[in-house]
């Protein structure tokens, strides 16, 4: 039954892209059982309906290090020494392959779990992987940004783009046929930006480009998020903070269960369970993950750029030092305050000036309509119920990619780049 589901999603797709119409999936046919965006966002697919895909024991992969901004060494605490180089991982197939490059969404690093997932999807096809950790992690701030400030998606972009020159230039014995990239969330829109400069650059001239669930409007995506920290809970007052409500729930889960089980099934047995989270609740469970990752950026960013925002600029900071003061200072800045605080003066000292809503529009997607819109390698796949968009963004991808857009009807943000049919679409983008 699926595999006829997924046939008559590509046939549909076949028929509608020959118009230049986005390529809107039916809801009847897709199949994805998650209807709830926020509970699709955390649980993602059901086990079952997810591919087959290798073991870490049958990759030829390995982690490997980089030294590109040594001055660093002397900047950052002895404690931060685990990121005073940048990681990445490579998986290498024993024959000639393309090379696909896998960016990280926001504050996330080379291992995060999607990326895990997609360097697996793309092994098993074939292909030589690159994992690379999101320009706004803690550990690319650190080694391999430039201004340690991201968030001008253009710079990041750049300093991105350096670090796949550094991987290439390590690896120079991996027989690459072609270069292909890809990214979710904002790796999606820093691939984007990443593309367009190898335009001019040429070093890998990518065959094709594929963007998951990008931010259309960057402004307006962390606005939505930083929104959903401040949902009302029912439960929480003085005494009960959110965070001991969601632990209460775990905790009797695994009392139920009789085990603790923490595959990466947890979250979507969890949500069938009695104990499962409410919209309110799964809505701050998502904001505030993403405010956790608002902070980390702004901590380092201000440590290293020795702003004196959150740590003093003299403060000494050593292996014993606890970071625990800084991390609630850091907290309580979410992105917007970040952007006021630190992108935005260093934005305008580097350009003589400039608006908010320039730096809006030049680190979205607007930046580069013209590109997108002429250039038939890159595509998107986007989900109509992705908590990220805004009024008017799905407008400007079908009018931007015409039938390199890809709607499905369900997922929320990113839930379903692990299901079946997402897979199998992806695969056939590349192929294709």
């Given at each position: ?210 963007l998951l669930n990008p931010p259309v409007n960057l402004y307006t995506s962390i606005t939505n998020l930083d929104k959903l920290v401040q949902t009302e809970v029912k439960g929480i007052n003085t005494s009960t903070t959110f965070y001991e409500l969601v632990l209460s729930k775990l905790t009797r889960y695994f009392q139920q269960k009789g085990y603790i089980d923490l595959n990466d099934a947890l979250l979507y047995d969890f949500q069938q369970s009695k104990q499962h989270l409410t919209n309110e609740q799964m809505a701050m469970l998502i904001g505030t993950s993403f405010r956790f990752s608002a902070a980390d950026i702004a901590f380092t960013s201000d440590l290293i750029n020795r702003r004196g925002l959150i740590t003093p600029p003299k403060f000494p900071i050593t292996e014993g030092t606890s970071l625990t003061p800084f991390l609630k200072r850091a907290l309580q ?100």
């Amino acid at each position: 039954m699926l595999r006829s589901l997924r046939f008559a999603a590509l046939f549909s797709g076949l028929i509608l892209s020959a118009s230049a119409l986005a390529v809107d999936i039916d809801a009847a046919s897709y199949g994805y059982p998650l209807t709830n965006p926020f509970e699709a966002t955390i649980a993602t697919t059901p086990p079952d309906l997810r591919p087959e895909l290798p073991l870490d024991d049958d990759i030829n992969q390995s982690d490997r290090s980089l030294t590109l901004r040594p001055e660093r060494e002397f900047i950052l605490p002895d404690n931060f020494w685990a990121v005073k180089k940048l990681t990445y991982r490579i998986a290498t197939q024993d024959k000639p392959a393309p090379l696909i490059f896998l960016i990280a969404g926001t504050g996330a690093r080379y291992d995060s779990t999607l990326n895990e997932y997609l360097k697996k999807l793309y092994y098993k096809a074939g292909y030589h992987v690159v994992q690379l950790s999101s320009p706004t992690s803690f550990d690319f701030i650190s080694a391999a940004s430039r201004f340690a400030t991201p968030g001008v998606t253009k710079e990041d972009a750049e300093d991105m783009y350096r670090v796949m020159q550094a991987v290439r230039a390590q690896n120079p014995k991996v027989p690459v046929t072609e270069y292909y990239l890809t990214g979710y969330s904002l790796g999606a829109l820093d691939a984007a930006f990443v593309a367009h400069l190898d335009e001019t650059r040429r070093s890998f001239n990518f065959k094709k480009v594929l963007l998951l669930n990008p931010p259309v409007n960057l402004y307006t995506s962390i606005t939505n998020l930083d929104k959903l920290v401040q949902t009302e809970v029912k439960g929480i007052n003085t005494s009960t903070t959110f965070y001991e409500l969601v632990l209460s729930k775990l905790t009797r889960y695994f009392q139920q269960k009789g085990y603790i089980d923490l595959n990466d099934a947890l979250l979507y047995d969890f949500q069938q369970s009695k104990q499962h989270l409410t919209n309110e609740q799964m809505a701050m469970l998502i904001g505030t993950s993403f405010r956790f990752s608002a902070a980390d950026i702004a901590f380092t960013s201000d440590l290293i750029n020795r702003r004196g925002l959150i740590t003093p600029p003299k403060f000494p900071i050593t292996e014993g030092t606890s970071l625990t003061p800084f991390l609630k200072r850091a907290l309580q800045c979410d992105f917007d305050c970040y952007l006021t605080d630190q992108v935005i003066p260093m934005w305008r000292a580097r350009t003589d000036g400039g608006s908010l809503l320039q730096l809006i529009d030049q680190v979205s997607l607007y930046a580069l309509k013209d590109y997108l819109h002429d250039s038939p390698k890159i595509a998107v796949m986007h989900n109509a119920d992705d908590v990220i968009l805004g009024p008017g963004d799905l407008g400007f991808l079908r009018k931007t990619f015409g039938d390199r857009l890809t709607v499905y009807p369900l997922g929320g943000h990113c839930g379903n780049i692990n299901y079946r049919v997402n897979s199998d679409a992806m695969l056939e983008f590349f192929r294709g």
